[in-house]
């Protein structure tokens, strides 16, 4: 895979307005729009790593947004217990070095599990399995009353970053915009790897992948936890955010909006997946402030769309 | 000195039809083995037991000795043999280069490789080039799949299989849609690799089968209903009511 003169312009071009964000915010007087800048970085890296999954490997996962859950709750539930614990362990608790690695292990590590059982079913059953799963972690949220259940649960203060005050959301931005590029990058090494080819080959031919060797498995899972480890960053980011946890997060409608950013940039395209989260995030925004129906209004965007872009907004955007 | 694939009583059934009924079949090392029978006879369903993609009702397969009648397709593949498909399955939007390429990688089994760039690895470029050179698609290993021709596919399918390092190749009709100078290619190249792999055929292109085959199994209704020598195949009245015909 190498990107097109075109492709690279695009890219260049989208990055350069996004970092330029802050500032235009600033002249036009709406500070508001770093938040939703921060919130788009931050579903982009969501939607890219689902894109790993269901655009890549061919695995369409109903249940992405528990590990964005559970990296958020990650997060909010070891901030929450810092002032419980002694030195040094209360403040570790609410370092970003500390608390953000584990962010990304812990829905890493029940990946590995829960993906081991789901990746014995396929198709529609896939679908349904991992939803099931994902919903099991959304009512657990809701009733555990101790992290706020349904209410959701406060982050009293960002996590610490050396050198960033935690109130600065211009600073904040930019740890969001710096942690999807590095995210980006990433899964485009990791895209042109011989893991990544042989992610490509499973979802292309799984049958011609096994009649050469290919014990499918273990390359499915290491593609279900990866992609559940960088959610959960995007979890940590989100929490971080909005100084907020809610069991909203986990809910089966968010792993649907995951999904429809992830087409709606262009399936298995892996830039798009940020072209689609932007898109949803801006829309939901406008849309929102319009009507309380917005839902009503973006069905039919999103299926026009898709019809008309066949290869969503990166294909639309950076041509073939 | 048993043979290189044993596949005593092998059954299998569809619901009420019975695609296999009790397949005995040895190949030789260094044989060709052509199965060959009526459209619906259980050659494909025969197959796709001994490749493990289908689980048989009853029987045995050995290879070299070995029991795999439980194992999967990809530990088959790693005990040394390989199917290609009656229809082509290859990865359409690779060119035939990273077709081969990649099966090179995953028998070379470093797979869990996450950083380096795989598409300028010259470790797996190197021997797929030499692959397709030899199935004489060398000048066409930066083709996509998807624009190669209906022919030049079979031969990419075939250097797929091969590229595994098989001792085995269980070939279902490699022939399958070639024209007469494309048959005979292929033909020449299936007769040049008797040397390092045996090889069991499927193929309802007669001239090829008495031309590369050692020996022929008739399947008929899943049974065999001759095997032996080409020349007592071409004289056998059944295998003539049932099948050869007109041939
Ligand atoms: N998965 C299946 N389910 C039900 N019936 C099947 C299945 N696969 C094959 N059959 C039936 O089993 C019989 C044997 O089919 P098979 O494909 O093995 O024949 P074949 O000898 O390869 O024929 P051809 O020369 O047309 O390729 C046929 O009657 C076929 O319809
Ligand atoms: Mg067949």
Redesign the pocket.
């Given at each position: 895979m190498r990107e097109s003169p075109r492709q690279i312009f695009v890219l260049v071009a989208s990055f350069a307005l996004l970092a330029a964000l802050p500032w235009i915010a600033g002249a036009v007087g709406r500070p508001d729009l770093v938040t939703l800048g921060s919130q788009a970085c931050v579903m982009a890296i969501a939607a890219a790593s689902l894109d790993l999954l269901m655009g890549r490997t061919g695995l369409p996962s109903f249940g992405h947004a528990a590990w964005l859950g559970l990296g958020a709750y990650t997060v909010g539930i070891l901030a929450f217990h810092a002032r419980d614990l002694g030195p040094p362990w209360d403040q570790w608790a609410v370092q970003a070095w500390a608390v953000w690695p584990l962010a990304v292990l812990v829905p890493a590590a029940l990946a590995a599990v829960i993906g081991a059982l789901c990746l014995r079913t396929s198709g529609i059953s896939f679908i349904m399995i991992t939803l099931a799963f994902a919903q099991m972690f959304f009512f657990l949220f809701v009733a555990l009353k101790t992290y706020g259940g349904d209410d959701g649960l406060t982050l009293r203060r960002r996590s610490t970053i050396p050198g960033i005050a935690p109130r600065d959301d211009v600073a904040f931005f930019y740890v969001c915009l710096t942690a999807l590029v590095l995210v980006l990058l990433l899964l485009r090494r990791v895209a042109a790897s011989r893991f990544g080819t042989v992610l490509d080959g499973i979802r292309q031919n799984e049958r011609r992948m096994m009649a050469i060797g290919l014990s499918p498995f273990p390359y499915k899972l290491a593609a279900f936890v990866l992609s559940a480890g960088i959610a959960g960053l995007a979890g940590a980011l989100h929490v971080n955010l909005f100084r907020f946890a809610s069991p909203d997060l986990l809910h089966w409608t968010m792993s649907g909006e995951l999904m429809v950013m992830v087409v709606l940039g262009g399936l298995g395209s892996l830039w798009g997946a940020m072209f689609g989260a932007a898109a949803m995030v801006v829309l939901h925004a406008v849309l929102a402030q319009w009507t309380e129906h917005w839902q009503i209004v973006l069905g039919p965007i999103l299926v026009a769309v898709v019809l008309l872009a066949r290869r969503g907004l990166w294909g639309a955007l950076g041509g073939k | 000195m048993s043979a290189l694939l044993e596949v005593r009583g092998l059954a299998k059934r569809?619901?009420g039809?019975v695609?296999t009924d009790g397949l005995n079949l040895d190949v030789a090392s260094g044989e060709i083995h052509a199965l060959i029978?009526?459209?619906?006879?259980?050659?494909?369903?025969?197959?796709?037991q001994i490749a493990g993609e289908?689980r048989p009702d009853a029987g045995t397969i050995h290879l070299a000795g070995q029991d795999i009648t439980r194992l999967g397709v990809p530990a088959r593949v790693r005990a040394g043999m390989t199917r290609s498909f009656?229809i082509t399955q290859v990865l359409m939007n690779a060119s035939a280069l990273a077709n081969v390429a990649l099966v090179e990688q995953v028998r070379q089994g470093h797979s869990f490789r996450l950083w380096r760039p795989a598409a300028r690895d010259e470790r797996l470029l190197a021997p797929a080039r030499a692959m397709l050179e030899r199935v004489g698609l060398g000048a066409r290993a930066d083709v996509a799949a998807e624009d190669l021709s209906h022919g030049e596919r079979r031969q990419l399918e075939l250097a797929m299989a091969l590229a595994t390092n098989p001792r085995l190749l269980l070939l279902?009709?490699p022939m399958a849609g070639l024209g007469t100078t494309e048959s005979a290619a292929m033909t020449v190249l299936l007769a040049a690799l008797k040397q390092e792999v045996s090889i069991l055929l499927?193929e309802?292109d007669m001239d090829a089968v008495f031309a590369l085959a050692d020996r022929i199994t008739v399947?008929e209704g899943?049974r065999v209903i001759a095997h032996g020598t080409p020349a007592a195949i071409r004289a056998d009245a059944a295998v003539r009511d049932a099948y050869l015909g007109a041939a």
């Open positions: - | 569809f619901g039809l695609a029978g009526p459209n619906g006879a259980g050659k494909t369903t025969a197959i796709g289908i009656q279902d009709e499927v309802h399947l899943g």
